[in-house]
């Protein structure tokens, strides 16, 4: 086989790998019916005053407790928050953030519709809930997601740099403030409970956070698989720091009582993620559960705060709810940028994001600057490339020579081989020179691919004409059509005397089939394929000329005379 034939059957390879990796895990995740998780209660309950509709254990710090979320959603009273961000409902019960729209970031198909995130209505299921745990054994209360809080007013708009959210709960001499803090600009939100005992007796409790939502995500495409659901980080583990609890394994999976230094919880899906970020100085417990009617939930509890008689203190701690940025998530906690996954590949994807980040800081233009990006790489690989392209351009100088062996001497494969192998040697042409080159490369694309694939900053951003989605397939397929040609053009360079009949069958039909999967992948990635397959079609012409013309030698070595 030769060199061009094993590069074009590893870009195959790459396609086919892509492709089983999407069907592999696009199908939907299988979800734990009610029924199983009844049978699996267990016969506790977090809170002797609370209806028996609670499926789940809690989850503990110390003798601390945290309810799981209720049966069916109770509502109360909505408040509205509207920032330059995010556009919220909060309800009164519980003081739960019951719905979430990205103001700047589109649906898929309506980039003027803020994108829907959260919600308590429809197939998805998705919510934030905080509050505060007390002692099994307490005697002074505190709010929980289930208390109803009471507020001054209903609708709020930001207008200068921070916007705060107040809702008030009293019960038995302990008053809580709790407050949503907003800043311009930003997706992170402080969380405060302003606590107030007014009673004759020490009152202590601990700050929780959870998510909760269903395995439906209605945004998933079966076309392109990225992962959805509950993970968590711990910066101090020797071996797995990032962490996947997926929806499916959950129920085996089950994490109770897991204490970090500092770490964080989220849930994430394709470009956005909810997250909640305790004090990264603290212990902190975190826990990941089923509850019932094939809902989730993951979150962390904060270790237990004491406050005496007559005396008061504030509790903090911040949630996230926006876009993957990673410019953003790096500032807010250690390893929060971890959540835009490249896999193996992260050691390749993150210096090429940096390096498309800067040359987009400066076109201004995600789609130029990914052509900028394959000029760039292009030109790193030009020297590998040169070797790959100059052996081919040999090979197809002595297709004739090849052509006739193979007449003469293609009945008996061994005298061919024999007869092959000596032209080679004769004309010193290495079949396996750009074999190396190839591979070198291979990660890269790949690399880029994830980066091309999970960058948010891609998300419904326009390039010229027809193409307002770089993350989204070409509306009108004429890119991947584009890319197909050049790639058949570059088999047109390439030297096809040592295959066999069925070889070049094969490699014929390998530009059609490359068409066809591309139709489906994210303009942004075919571009770069196409950008890529144009700068290699134009040196591989330029270097084949030559040798065409005559130049057989390599440009530093010295010429013959």
């Known amino acids: 086989m030769n060199m061009r034939a094993f590069w074009w059957i590893a870009l195959a390879f790459t396609a086919m790998w892509i492709w089983f990796e999407w069907m592999k895990f696009s199908a939907p995740q299988p979800v734990t019916s009610t029924a199983e998780i009844h049978a699996e209660r267990p016969s506790d309950v977090p809170f002797a005053n609370m209806p028996s509709t609670d499926t789940a254990p809690s989850a503990q710090s110390g003798d601390q407790s945290v309810p799981q979320a209720i049966s069916q959603i109770e509502k109360g009273q909505r408040i509205r928050v509207t920032t330059d961000t995010l556009a919220l409902e909060i309800d009164t019960m519980g003081g739960d953030i019951r719905d979430a729209k990205m103001l700047k970031h589109g649906m898929p198909n309506d980039h003027g519709t803020p994108f829907h995130l959260m919600g308590d209505q429809g197939p998805l299921i998705y919510f934030a809930q905080n509050g505060i745990a007390v002692p099994r054994s307490a005697d002074l209360p505190a709010p929980t997601h289930r208390a109803v809080y009471q507020v001054e007013q209903r609708d709020y708009q930001l207008t200068g740099e921070q916007l705060r959210v107040p809702m008030v709960w009293r019960e038995d001499g302990i008053e809580v403030v709790k407050t949503y803090v907003f800043t311009k600009g930003s997706y992170l939100i402080d969380v405060e409970y302003d606590v107030r005992n007014t009673t004759d007796q020490a009152w202590s409790g601990s700050l929780y956070s959870q998510f909760v939502r269903t395995a439906h995500d209605p945004y998933s495409s079966r076309m392109m698989y990225t992962y959805t659901g509950p993970v968590y980080y711990d910066d101090h583990s020797d071996s797995n720091k990032y962490n996947k609890i997926s929806f499916s394994n959950i129920s085996d999976q089950a994490l109770e009582n897991h204490q970090i230094q500092g770490g964080w919880a989220a849930m994430i899906q394709h470009y956005f993620l909810t997250a909640a970020i305790p004090n990264q100085q603290a212990t902190n417990t975190y826990f990941a559960k089923t509850l019932d009617q094939g809902r989730y939930a993951i979150g962390v509890v904060e270790p237990s705060v004491t406050i005496n008689a007559g005396q008061s203190d504030?509790?903090?701690?911040?949630?996230?709810?926006?876009?993957?940025?990673?410019?953003?998530?790096?500032?807010?906690?250690?390893?929060?940028?971890?959540?835009?996954?490249?896999?193996?590949?992260?050691?390749?994807?993150?210096?090429?994001?940096?390096?498309?980040?800067?040359?987009?800081?400066?076109?201004?233009?995600?789609?130029?600057?990914?052509?900028?990006?394959?000029?760039?790489?292009?030109?790193?690989?030009?020297?590998?490339?040169?070797?790959?392209?100059?052996?081919?351009?040999?090979?197809?100088?002595?297709?004739?020579?090849?052509?006739?062996?193979?007449?003469?001497?293609?009945?008996?494969?061994?005298?061919?081989?024999?007869?092959?192998?000596?032209?080679?040697?004769?004309?010193?042409?290495?079949?396996?020179?750009?074999?190396?080159?190839?591979?070198?490369?291979?990660?890269?694309?790949?690399?880029?691919?994830?980066?091309?694939?999970?960058?948010?900053?891609?998300?419904?951003?326009?390039?010229?004409?027809?193409?307002?989605?770089?993350?989204?397939?070409?509306?009108?397929f004429i890119l991947p059509v584009l890319m197909g040609l050049t790639m058949w053009l570059q088999q047109r360079l390439n030297p096809t005397a040592m295959m066999d009949e069925m070889q070049q069958k094969v490699m014929k039909l390998l530009p059609f089939i490359f068409t066809f999967f591309f139709m489906w992948f994210p303009a942004g990635l075919v571009l770069y394929w196409l950008m890529n397959n144009i700068l290699s079609v134009s040196q591989q012409w330029y270097i084949t000329r030559k040798i065409e013309a005559g130049e057989t030698s390599e440009p530093s070595e010295p010429k013959k005379r």
């Open 314 to 476: 504030v509790l903090r701690s911040q949630i996230y709810i926006g876009p993957t940025e990673q410019n953003i998530l790096k500032k807010i906690a250690p390893g929060l940028e971890k959540t835009i996954d490249y896999g193996m590949f992260t050691i390749l994807a993150e210096p090429l994001f940096w390096l498309l980040n800067i040359i987009n800081n400066f076109i201004g233009n995600w789609g130029w600057s990914i052509i900028a990006l394959t000029i760039l790489i292009k030109l790193a690989f030009y020297k590998l490339s040169e070797t790959s392209y100059r052996s081919m351009a040999r090979l197809r100088k002595f297709q004739p020579k090849l052509k006739q062996l193979k007449e003469n001497y293609g009945d008996d494969k061994a005298l061919f081989q024999q007869k092959m192998m000596k032209l080679y040697k004769e004309e010193k042409i290495n079949p396996l020179g750009g074999c190396l080159p190839i591979l070198v490369q291979m990660p890269v694309f790949i690399a880029l691919y994830w980066v091309l694939i999970y960058s948010v900053e891609m998300r419904q951003s326009e390039w010229i004409l027809w193409i307002t989605d770089l993350s989204a397939k070409d509306p009108y």
